[in-house]
């Protein structure tokens, strides 16, 4: 059974980066698609990012900012947000799903980050 285990998640203020974590247990990471998704107050989730091997896609909003690495011998996968912004204030969710599924069916328990002077 996958597991994803998030951590990392604070108060920064707009400019500076953080760095969420997402760990994965249970099943080859090979076979699965990471994304990451975010919810703010009021609004409904969105797409952040996501990767498979070498893969990367990002939403527009946040494309040359953020970025996926990865810890191969943790199977540990990284958010890592730079430049943050006030809008960027969310829960962030680490998601996986089969790599021929089209939903995502795992979820991490989300993480608070707010931007904020």
């Known amino acids: 059974q996958v597991q994803l285990v998030e951590s990392g998640g604070g108060l920064v203020q707009p400019g500076e980066s953080l760095r969420l974590s997402c760990a994965f247990s249970g099943r080859s990471i090979s076979l699965y698609v990471l994304g990451w998704f975010r919810q703010a107050p009021g609004k409904e989730r969105e797409f952040v990012a996501s990767m498979r091997g070498n893969a990367r896609n990002y939403s527009d909003s946040v494309k040359g900012r953020f970025s996926i690495p990865r810890d191969n011998g943790r199977n540990t996968v990284f958010l890592q947000m730079n430049s943050l912004k006030p809008e960027d204030t969310a829960v962030y969710y680490c998601?996986?799903?089969?790599?021929?599924?089209?939903?995502?069916?795992?979820w991490g328990q989300g993480t608070q980050v707010t931007v904020s002077s």
């Open positions: 998601a996986a799903r089969f790599f021929q599924s089209e939903s995502y069916s795992i």
